[in-house]
Nanobody
Framework: VQLQASGGGLVQAGGSLKLSCAASGSIFSISSMGWYRQAPGKQRELVAAISTGGSTNYADPVMGRFTISRDNAENTVWLQMSSLKPEDTAVYYC???????????????WGEGTQVTVSS
């Protein structure tokens, strides 16, 4: 199973970026998909998550600025980030809870991080 993340970069405060993460390989089913971030010297934290049915959950600091979405057929999750602030600077990781076989409990898989840097 591979998680391919992309879309990070350098942007000025107030700008926008869109991250994507595509899961591929031996996948039976995917439940939750989400994005986490880790800033230097800080713990990794949840940014946003989305269920198979489309229910979303956002961290308070990004509420109203970030939008998470997914395509179940393509096993892809996106994070649209708008009104970016310098404090959004971090390495962003996608996380996917999936089962590789029928009757197998779901397990969390991490994509490689993608750097987001917001300049003031």
């Amino acid at each position: 199973v591979q998680l391919q993340a992309s879309g990070g970069g350098l942007v000025q405060a107030g700008g926008s970026l869109k991250l994507s993460c595509a899961a591929s390989g031996s996948i039976f089913s995917i439940s939750s998909m989400g994005w986490y971030r880790q800033a230097p010297g800080k713990q990794r934290e949840l940014v946003a998550a989305i269920s198979t049915g489309g229910s979303t959950n956002y961290a308070d600091p990004v509420m109203g600025r970030f939008t998470i979405s997914r395509d179940n057929a393509e096993n892809t999750v996106w994070l649209q980030m708008s009104s970016l602030k310098p404090e959004d600077t971090a390495v962003y990781y996608c996380n996917v809870v999936m089962s590789k076989r029928r009757y197998e409990a779901g397990a969390g898989y991490w994509g490689e991080g993608t750097q987001v840097t917001v300049s003031s």
